[in-house]
C-alpha cells in the first residue's frame, strides 16, 4: 500500500516520443517539464557531403510537399528526387495522410492547391505545365490526377502526377465524346486504367470503354443497359463500378474484370433527397445523404451496403450541429466524396468542409479549408514520387 502513489522518476522513464508516418505531428508524453535544447548550427560542409544513401533516408522522411519546394534548392537534389532509388524507397515508408486537392481556373488559368490534413496547411502546386485546354477535373487515384476536357473541338483524357510536374494525354476513345470517366490505380501492378461510362449528355447508347496504361490503349466493352440514372456519380470499390438507378431501381453494377454490367436490387431509404455513392476500404460502399420532406426535418445520413443481404444499413447521422452550419438552406449544394472510410462533405455556398471518419466515428471540421471559388472542383489525393504515368 506504501507504493499507491509513487512517481517512476528514472531518467529513461521520463518521456517516451511515438512516431507517425511522415507529416504527421509527433505525439510526446511527458511526466516532467519538456527539456529545452540549444539551437545546433548546421555545418555547410558536414551536409553537403553527406553519402547518397544516407540523404535518400532523410528526404524520404520530409513531407512531400517539403520535398516539392527542395527541388529547387540545387541540381544534385533535383536529380535526386527523380532517381530510381529515391522512389524506392519513397514508396516503402508510410503515406503522409490523406489531402484534398482543389482545383479551379482564375479566370482562365489553372490553379491547384492541396490541404494537407495532418500538416492543416495548404500548399500552392503550379499548374502551368499543363496545356491549356478547356479541361476540368475527373478524379484521383494511386497520386496520379485525372482531367478530361476540349482542345478545339476534340475530347481529350489527360492523367499528370502534380509532384513531379509530368503529364500525357491519351489516346482517343473509339467513340470520341465527352463521357463520365473514373480512374483506378493499380500500385502493385504500376499501371492505371480509365473507365469510360456513358456519354456526358445522357447518351446511353455507347459501348463502355475501358483505358489499361500498359497496353496503352482503349479497349470496348457492353453496353450500359437502358436504365434511368438518378445522377453521373461513380464510385469504384473491390475492382466493380456502381452508379444509381431509379428504373430499375437500385445499383448498375460494372466489373471490370468481366466487362458486364449487372442489376443489383437495393432498394434507397425513404425520404432520401440526393445520395452519393462513396467507395470505403475492403469492399465497403457507403451511401450518404439528406431525409426528410421539409428543411426543418432534414438530417444527413449514412448507410452500409449489406452485400449479403442486399439491403442499405444506417451506420451514422451527421450531428445536427454540423447540419445547420453545413447547409443553412434545403436546396444547398454540397459535394460528398470519400477515400479509406474518410467521407468529406463541402458546402459551395458556406465555404466549409467538415470530415467523417467512418472507423473512429468522429466528425470534425476541416480547419482551414475554404474553397477558393464557386466552380471550384475537389477530391482526395495522395501525393506520391513513385506515381508512375508510363
Known amino acids: ?117 495532418p500538416l492543416k496547411a495548404w500548399y500552392r502546386i503550379p499548374f502551368t505545365f499543363l496545356p491549356q485546354w478547356a479541361f476540368w477535373l475527373v478524379g484521383s487515384s494511386g497520386g496520379l490526377v485525372c482531367f478530361s476536357g476540349l482542345d478545339g473541338l476534340t475530347f481529350k483524357t489527360l492523367v499528370c502526377n502534380p509532384l513531379t510536374q509530368t503529364w500525357r494525354t491519351l489516346p482517343s476513345m473509339h467513340y470520341n465524346q465527352q463521357r463520365q470517366l473514373i480512374m483506378v490505380v493499380d500500385r502493385i501492378d504500376r499501371s492505371f486504367k480509365v473507365i469510360a461510362t456513358g456519354d456526358i449528355y445522357g447518351d446511353k447508347s455507347l459501348p463502355t470503354e475501358v483505358y ?22 461513380m464510385a469504384y470499390c473491390d475492382s466493380r463500378l456502381y452508379l444509381e438507378a431509379l428504373s430499375p431501381l437500385g445499383l448498375m453494377m460494372y466489373r471490370l474484370d468481366t466487362g458486364y454490367w449487372e442489376h443489383i436490387p437495393a432498394k434507397f431509404p425513404r425520404s432520401l433527397l440526393d445520395g452519393y455513392l462513396v467507395a470505403g476500404t475492403q469492399k465497403r460502399l457507403f451511401l450518404v445523404g439528406r431525409i426528410g420532406l421539409y428543411s426543418t426535418l432534414q438530417s444527413m445520413r449514412i448507410w452500409e451496403l449489406d452485400h449479403a443481404k442486399i439491403t442499405w444499413v444506417e451506420i451514422s447521422r451527421m450531428p445536427p450541429k454540423y447540419f445547420r452550419a453545413l447547409l443553412r438552406l434545403s436546396a444547398e449544394r454540397f459535394e460528398c466524396f470519400g477515400q479509406d472510410n474518410l467521407i468529406c462533405f463541402t458546402s459551395w455556398n458556406q465555404g466549409k468542409g467538415l470530415l467523417y471518419d467512418v472507423d473512429k466515428k468522429v466528425w470534425s471540421w476541416i480547419a482551414g479549408c475554404a474553397l477558393q471559388s464557386y466552380n471550384c472542383q475537389v477530391c482526395f489525393y495522395e501525393p506520391r514520387f513513385d506515381a508512375y504515368i508510363y
Open 212 to 233: 489499361d496504361s500498359k497496353l496503352d490503349r482503349w479497349s470496348l466493352h457492353q453496353i450500359m443497359p437502358a436504365v434511368n440514372l438518378c445522377s453521373s456519380k
Open 1 to 117: 500500500m506504501g507504493r499507491v502513489g509513487l512517481r517512476n522518476t528514472s531518467p529513461s522513464r521520463q518521456k517516451v516520443i511515438k512516431t507517425k508516418p511522415r507529416g504527421l505531428d509527433e505525439e510526446t508524453i511527458a511526466t516532467f517539464g519538456k527539456v529545452v535544447h540549444p539551437d545546433i548550427q548546421m555545418e555547410d560542409s558536414i551536409w553537403a557531403m553527406l553519402p547518397e544513401d544516407l540523404l535518400n533516408e532523410i528526404l524520404v522522411r520530409v513531407p512531400p510537399f517539403m520535398i516539392f519546394r527542395l527541388r529547387s534548392v540545387c541540381k544534385r537534389w533535383n536529380s535526386i528526387l527523380q532517381d530510381s532509388s529515391f522512389l524506392k524507397f519513397h514508396s516503402q515508408v508510410p503515406s503522409h495522410g490523406p489531402c484534398l486537392l482543389t482545383f479551379w481556373k482564375n479566370p482562365h488559368t489553372p490553379q491547384c492547391s492541396v490541404f494537407s490534413l
